[in-house]
């Protein structure tokens, strides 16, 4: 069956580190996003792609980068990881339609910095 | 501005009970979802609205859509202890090859055997 992965479910780093979240469709779906979850806030957007070579800012990107060299991965990349980025990250894909804009989320991964 | 507000914020119910939870958005849509979310688990969709559709079943789920008053409703009837999750809204913004879906901050719901 098609899914979603992301690694690791579980990351502790310190700050300034540099931390990449990985995330695998075999969905074959052109977009993907990554959203950060936290307490009070919902799901935040903070980056997006809608294919190859593509990569767009959301909302909270701030800090953050991706790259989308194939169609399955869109690794999340925190160039320096600071304490206001510990957070429950959430990837998702969808296959690119507006009448089945229905988005599939991966288990997500839980970030502390310290 | 937050599109996609639900409330209540948080639920809690009986076994058998139906629960409601609304949805508030502020531009037009092409399609509004609902999503549940287990406890430490990823979203799960449950059921798609179009803008030019009211109403929508699927199951035990029932979702309402009032456009001229940027609304939303989820029915969950004869609940059950297993539905008890976060649900939430989103809703994508219309025109565009828009993919992007904002989500409200989502209504807690535990259903009590």
């Known amino acids: 069956d098609a899914e979603i992965t992301q690694s690791p479910r579980h990351k502790i780093t310190e700050t300034g580190r540099q931390v990449t979240l990985a995330c695998h469709q075999t969905w074959n779906h052109n977009n993907m996003f990554w959203y950060r979850q936290d307490l009070g806030h919902g799901l935040r957007l903070i980056h997006y792609s809608y294919g190859v070579q593509d990569t767009n800012k959301g909302e909270v990107s701030d800090g953050y980068s991706v790259s989308r060299s194939n169609t399955e991965d869109l690794p999340l990349t925190l160039e320096s990881a600071a304490s206001s980025q510990t957070s429950v990250y959430f990837c998702a894909s969808s296959d690119g339609t507006v009448a089945k804009n229905i988005q599939y989320f991966g288990a997500g991964t839980r970030l502390s910095v310290l | 501005s937050q599109q996609g507000e639900e409330d209540p914020q948080a639920l809690s119910i009986q076994e058998g009970e139906n629960a409601t939870m609304n949805c508030s958005y502020k531009t037009s849509i092409n399609n509004l979802q609902w999503y549940r979310q287990n406890s430490g688990r990823g979203l799960v969709h449950l059921i798609l609205?179009?803008?030019?559709?009211r109403e929508k079943h699927s199951g035990r789920l029932r979702v309402t859509l009032d456009t001229s008053k940027k609304s939303s409703s989820l029915l969950i009837t004869a609940s059950r202890a297993a539905d008890t999750a976060s649900y939430f809204c989103?809703?994508?913004?219309?025109?565009?090859?828009?993919?992007?879906?904002?989500f409200g901050k989502g209504t807690l719901l535990t259903v009590n055997p």
């Open positions: 989103a809703t994508d913004a219309k025109g565009g090859s828009n993919y992007k879906l904002t």
């Open positions: 609205i179009r803008s030019n559709e």
